[in-house]
């Protein structure tokens, strides 16, 4: 009898379930090698409840996508895809937010730039 631990069996079975896909004809996505470099971003204006960004273009870019985390509670904002490269968001409850902006090229994203904490009265 073999004793076979708990992650052993993940991995047998995740190994399976591949073998299982490529016999059946799916294979894996080819690589992708995406040169997308990410936004250097500038806070352009700040009032009491709203923010405006602004960004250089980054070369081979199709869009960028720009989302916030408000601290207090955990919220996530919705991803606003924009082609520009300025943003602004108005009308924000008060507190403590980070800003997040990523470029988009082809399907492919770049790494992430954040905001230091901006803080809404």
Same mark, same amino acid.
């Given at each position: /009898?073999? =004793?076979? @631990? ?8 995740? !190994?399976? !379930? ?5 016999? +059946? ?6 690589? /992708?090698?995406?040169?997308?470099? @990410? ?7 700040? +009032?009491?409840?709203?923010? *405006?960004? &602004? ?19 955990? !919220?996530?904002?919705?991803? %606003?895809?924009? @082609?520009?490269? +300025?943003?602004?968001? #108005?009308?924000?409850? *008060? ?8 470029? %988009?090229?082809?399907?492919?994203? &770049? #790494?992430?730039? =954040?905001?230091?904490?901006? =803080? /809404?009265?």
């Amino acid at each position: /009898m073999f =004793i076979v @631990s708990k992650q052993a069996k993940q991995v047998l079975a995740a !190994f399976v !379930f591949v073998l299982g896909l490529l016999a +059946t004809g799916f294979s894996a996505p080819p690589a /992708m090698d995406c040169n997308c470099d @990410s936004p250097t971003v500038t806070t352009t204006s700040q +009032t009491s409840n709203s923010v *405006a960004f &602004s960004w250089g273009a980054v070369s081979g870019a199709t869009s960028y996508e720009v989302w916030y985390v408000k601290r207090e509670g955990g !919220f996530t904002s919705q991803p %606003v895809t924009t @082609s520009g490269t +300025t943003t602004s968001f #108005n009308n924000l409850p *008060a507190g403590t937010y980070k800003f997040y902006f990523k470029t %988009v090229c082809g399907g492919e994203g &770049s #790494n992430i730039s =954040i905001t230091e904490d901006l =803080i /809404m009265c």
